[in-house]
């Protein structure tokens, strides 16, 4: 597992689920998260398993930190590896009130979206940890926010 700076693995709560698609096993999320006066850490990794992984290896490690405000994650600090056979990435987001930096060894394209008008995501780590933290059956399908991972910005909204 990929942990960030600081990060207290003994205290945090462990996950571990299985990731299906149409019945076929494709991979295995483990992630850990720590909570403690208003602040969160997580790392997780995400792999591909059973017949799938024989078909298609990838797998993807992050960390995030952050604080939480009126019940929403404020991402401080994103970093991510990933491989998924095709193509390795690494990245880093930095945040600020103002501002989010992204370090990274590869040359931005057109398409990629500005970090300065994504104040308002999440990171894909704290993504994960926001929709699986233990809520309010009615608050789970109200869930709409917006992720991005330093290239896209994807909207995430849960409906019934």
Excluded at 22 to 48: H, M, T
Excluded at 136 to 153: E, L, T
Aim: charge should be positive.
């Amino acid at each position: 597992m990929f942990l960030s700076p600081g990060y207290s693995y003994s205290k945090a709560q462990q996950n571990i689920f299985d990731v299906y698609i149409l019945g076929l096993k494709l991979g295995r999320l483990n992630y850990a998260v720590e909570l403690k006066d208003n602040l969160y850490s997580a790392a997780g990794n995400l792999r591909s398993t059973g017949i799938f992984s024989v078909v298609s290896k990838y797998k993807f490690e992050a960390s995030s930190q952050g604080k939480v405000e009126n019940g929403f994650f404020k991402p401080k600090y994103y970093s991510e590896k990933s491989d998924t056979g095709r193509r390795k990435e690494e990245k880093t987001l930095l945040y600020s009130r103002s501002s989010i930096e992204l370090k990274t060894k590869k040359t931005p394209k057109p398409y990629w979206q500005d970090p300065n008008e994504q104040l308002d995501t999440l990171d894909p780590m704290s993504a994960i940890i926001f929709i699986l933290r233990d809520q309010k059956k009615a608050n789970i399908c109200a869930q709409d926010f917006a992720m991005f991972d330093g290239i896209r910005r994807v909207k995430i909204k849960f409906t019934h």
